[in-house]
């Protein structure tokens, strides 16, 4: 099972950190992603990071305001989101697929074998 945590309500400009944790499963092997969808749009890929943690790839609209980081012992997957803008809000899902590569993550969503429930983050001043 997957865990969102960390969403809420920024301003304009504003950061948050979310939070991605998994219980009844080690994250280890797994690729991580970000997924988000707002009312009315199609879910969009916002980020990935590889099971090694070495390979992070972001969807064009976050690419240089968002950051991933990966922490195994703690199970836990943070996405760092900064100068958020209106068109951030969203309810953003962390999802997961078992990988053989090291290096590697896509957003081919059919991977993601396991989703979490999705926290929602509001960006209004």
């Known amino acids: 099972q997957l865990v969102e945590s960390g969403g809420g309500l920024v301003q304009p400009g504003g950061s948050l950190r979310l939070s991605c944790a998994a219980s009844?499963?080690?994250?280890?092997?797994?690729?991580i992603g970000w997924f988000r969808q707002a009312p009315g749009k199609e879910r969009e890929a916002v980020a990935c990071?590889?099971?090694?943690?070495?390979?992070?790839s972001f969807g064009e609209s976050v690419q240089g305001r968002f950051a991933l980081s990966r922490d195994d012992a703690q199970n836990t997957v943070y996405l760092q989101m900064n100068s958020l803008k209106y068109e951030d809000t969203a309810v953003y899902y962390c999802a997961a697929y078992a990988s053989g590569i090291q290096d590697s993550c896509v957003f081919i969503r059919v991977w993601y074998t396991s989703w979490g429930q999705g926290t929602q983050v509001t960006v209004s001043s």
């Open positions: 009844g499963f080690s994250l280890e092997g797994y690729v």
């Open positions: 990071i590889s099971r090694s943690g070495g390979r992070k």
